[in-house]
C-alpha cells in the first residue's frame, strides 16, 4: 500500500501543474501534457485493492479466542493426516517399484526372445 501511495505523489509532482504564488514571477509550463490516464482513478482502486488483500491477510491471522489447546488440536490432527498420507505414497511407491521389476523382467525375456529368434535366422 505505501508502494501505491509513492507512485501517486510521484506521478503528482511529475505530471501535475505548477501552482501560482503571489508575488513571484511566473513559472514556465511543462512542455510535455500532462498524460491521458486518470491517474487518481488507477491509484484510487489499486490502494483499494491493496487494503481488501490486507484484511484478507488479517482476517486470516489466528483468532484471540484460538486457545492454545484448540491450535494444539488443530495441529495433532493435521500431523495424523500427514502421516496417513505419507504411509498411502510409501504404498504405492512399493507397489510401482514391484511394477517396474515385473516390467524388467518381461522387456529382458523379450530381449532373450528376439536374441535367439535372430541366431536361429542366422543359421538358416
Known amino acids: 500500500m505505501a508502494d501505491h ?22 513559472q514556465k509550463q511543462s ?19 491493496t487494503a481488501g488483500d490486507v484484511d484478507l491477510l488479517i482476517d486470516s491471522l489466528p483468532s484471540e479466542e484460538s486457545s492454545l489447546e484448540l491450535q494444539l488440536a488443530s495441529l495433532k490432527k493435521l500431523e495424523n493426516e500427514n502421516q496417513e498420507s505419507a504411509k498411502h505414497l510409501e504404498d504405492i511407491v512399493s507397489k510401482g517399484e514391484t511394477l517396474l521389476s515385473q516390467i524388467q523382467e518381461v522387456l529382458h525375456d523379450i530381449a532373450e526372445c528376439q536374441l535367439r529368434c535372430q541366431a536361429l535366422e542366422s543359421n538358416t
Request: glycine share 4%; with cysteine.
Open 5 to 26: 501511495f509513492c507512485n501517486s505523489v510521484g506521478i503528482l509532482q511529475q505530471y501535475s501543474p505548477p501552482s501560482q504564488f503571489a508575488g513571484f514571477e511566473k
Open 31 to 49: 512542455p510535455s501534457d500532462p498524460p491521458q490516464e486518470d491517474y487518481p482513478q488507477v491509484f484510487a482502486k489499486l490502494i483499494a485493492r
